[in-house]
């Protein structure tokens, strides 16, 4: 019966002016449902969702998430409204004219696609304004981190979040999951009495007796800015309008970290004008979250490598700050144009940290992601995607997380540092105030900017720029500014004595400390050394400054990189003990790469037997990545 059913709403949608739904045409990877995003099944071009209301609730014992997705639609004239799922058990769907009246509907779930999930095609009349959507979770959820209390600081209690940003908001909320649309959301809540609850989203500052929250984020956002996390947290206010969730065992090394975060906003504040997000707090999740940083609006969430004990990592809370202007406010119309988001953010922290800490600082900073990039671009040109290195991307068919490479970051970066050194920086500051004013609250492609530029910049300074090579081009063009560090030569040099075999931490080296150099130089040091180099000079330097016990968690994924590629098996112990631990996938991956690129074959079984213990603390973005690594 119910096949009949849907059958006659499928032909009824045929005969309609919207984009019918039919067995033939189910909308799959290869076309375009709107016309632009292609990592999206719904037809927001027809009808889109203003506003979400969520009533979740949060269930650990089953690591379920029962929800209603209330969906407020726009004036349109459709017999069909399509939503993006992945791995959701969908339950019932309901229409309203108003809020409290609700009828049961049809929907049809379109085939499974690896990559973009399912269509939810839900049957509509012209005057539905109401679309609530019944659901759960399931096992395959992608964005969801469930987590044993044994994974957190704390020990006692589980806790959980979201990752959404690329494509996995679908994956916990049944939505039109596409940049392209920007809503506003509130939701109810429920976790179990004795955690907290907080939301991109206006947050509670203490726990509430029955574990029932409410939240609204007012301003409207894309649908990737959705994010959610529970555990046993405290606030801890850091100024007027910011502060940090954590852990209670973590809130005095948070502290001390992040003392200077309201300079930071007003830095931010004094280079782009006015923050528009009210509320700029932080939130420390546990070890496992894949990135190092994530900008949901109002709450960046955070992982605790950032907590170095030495404020060494803050350009992470810099940039993802800046993201509250650059991603934000203004945000990429699809994946493909992505250094939208990720270029305009790193050229942003670096001004912000030049505010803060001078110029000498943020020279090093952008030199250090100057030397990544161009390791990008020399692997990029022999990959099977030489196209990847163009800023605007071709992702059709691809996961959007393939384009997450430092191309949009830190070639977007120096577009614009090439752009601020040809008109000055004073007029590229007024240009770039502007183009952030005009465009607030609103998502744009990278034509959309090109021409904005033109009109602004280029046309009214009569300046011509090789702006069409910088971004549909590969490579890097030659009128990149080029920066230069002495102390960072120092260590390049340094290291290459070591490479040619001279022991160079005997004589004036001798008593050298870890704290003669900041952590960008030594960076620098570790990063120049050779794969030739000796366990015996790896294992001194060790013994001498520490890299794999101690500080910074990025230099010791950059050590331990070089422990495997050097076949040093003595640093073995504590480079395992690194990967069980942290989850940020920038930091683990390069070790477990150089595992599966090894000569010998020890290697990758123990990177292997590593993963097998370890991905119980891995989010599905890492541990997917990582199994590709180890076994594709
Ligand atoms: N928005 C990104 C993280 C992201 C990008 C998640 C694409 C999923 C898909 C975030 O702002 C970011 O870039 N984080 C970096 C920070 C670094 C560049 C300072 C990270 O996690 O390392
Ligand atoms: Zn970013």
New binding site residues.
């Given amino acids: 019966m119910k096949k009949l059913l849907i059958a006659a709403f499928l032909i009824g949608g045929l005969i309609t002016s919207c984009a019918p739904i039919t067995k033939d045409s189910q909308p799959t990877a290869s076309i375009e449902p709107n016309g632009i995003d292609v990592h999206t099944y719904s037809n927001t071009k027809e009808i889109r969702t203003v506003h979400l209301h969520l009533d979740l609730d949060v269930n650990f014992e089953n690591h379920t998430i029962y929800g209603i997705a209330r969906h407020e639609m726009n004036p349109h004239t459709c017999d069909t409204a399509v939503f993006d799922i992945k791995g959701l058990a969908i339950n019932k769907v309901t229409l309203g004219k108003e809020k409290s009246k609700e009828k049961e509907t049809e929907y049809v779930i379109g085939e499974d696609d690896e990559l973009l999930g399912q269509s939810l095609a839900v049957k509509i009349t012209k005057d539905t304004k109401y679309i609530n959507i019944y659901y759960q979770t399931t096992e395959k959820t992608e964005a969801l981190d469930w987590l044993e209390p044994s994974l957190t600081a704390g020990k006692k209690h589980p806790y959980m979040y979201t ?1 959404g ?2 494509i996995l908001t679908r994956s916990w909320i049944p939505l039109q999951d596409t940049p392209m649309n920007r809503i506003s959301y509130s939701a109810d809540v429920k976790v179990p009495a004795g955690l907290l609850a907080i939301m991109s989203a206006s947050n509670p500052e203490k726990k509430s007796a029955n574990g029932m929250y409410h939240f609204e984020m007012k301003q409207r956002i894309p649908a990737y800015l959705i994010a959610l996390a529970v555990g046993d947290m405290e606030y801890t206010s850091l100024g007027d309008n910011c502060g940090v969730y954590s852990e209670p065992e973590l809130v005095e090394a948070c502290e001390y970290e992040f003392a200077d975060l309201s300079k930071m906003i007003e830095a931010a504040e004094s280079i782009y004008g006015e923050y528009r997000w009210d509320q700029y707090d932080l939130v420390i999740l546990p070890y496992s979250f894949p ?5 949901n609006p109002r709450l960046t969430f955070a ?1 605790p490598t950032i907590i170095a004990g030495d404020r060494s990592m803050t ?2 809370i810099a ?2 700050l800046a ?1 509250s202007w650059s ?1 934000n406010l203004v945000t990429n119309a699809t994946w493909n144009d ?1 250094w939208l ?2 270029g305009f ?2 050229y942003f ?1 670096n001004r912000i940290m030049e505010k803060l800490y001078g110029k000498e600082s943020a020279d090093i900073l952008a030199l250090i992601e100057f030397q990544d990039l161009e390791s990008e671009l020399d692997r990029m040109k022999d990959s099977d995607h030489p196209e990847d290195s163009q800023l605007k991307l071709q992702l059709d068919l691809r996961s ?2 393939d384009g ?1 490479t430092d191309i949009p ?1 830190i070639k977007g970066a120096f577009f614009l540092r090439t752009l601020e050194a040809a008109v000055g920086r004073e007029k590229f500051d007024v240009f770039l105030k502007g183009y952030f004013d005009a465009h607030a609250f609103k998502t744009i492609t990278t034509e959309d900017f090109v021409a904005y530029l033109n009109k602004e910049l280029l046309k009214p300074n009569s300046i011509s720029f090789n702006t069409k090579e910088w971004i549909y081009e590969t490579g890097l063009p030659d009128n990149c500014v080029t920066l230069k560090s002495d102390r960072l030569d120092k260590m390049k040099n340094l290291a290459g004595r070591v490479n040619k075999g001279e022991n160079v931490f005997i004589g004036s080296l001798a008593n050298a400390k870890r704290s003669d150099f900041i952590s960008q130089e030594w960076q620098t040091f570790i990063r120049g050394l050779e794969p030739t180099i000796s366990n015996e000079t790896m294992n001194r330097i060790d013994d001498q400054f520490k890299f794999s016990t101690e500080g910074n968690p990025a230099l010791k994924s950059d050590w331990f990189h070089l422990a495997v590629k050097s076949g040093n098996k003595k640093l073995r112990p504590e480079a395992a003990a690194y990967l069980k631990k942290i989850g ?1 996938r ?1 930091y683990i991956e390069s070790i477990y790469q150089a595992c599966r690129d090894s000569e010998d074959p020890d290697d990758l079984v123990w990177g292997k037997s590593v993963f097998t213990e370890a991905q119980k603390n891995y989010h599905f ?1 890492s541990k997917n990545t990582i199994q590709e690594i180890l076994y594709e």
């Fill in positions: 990752q940003q690329a990135f190092g940083g994530m900008e992982n350009s992470v940039h993802e993201h991603g992505f988001n990720e953010t790193v922290e959007p997380d997450m970051y940020r920038w973005v």
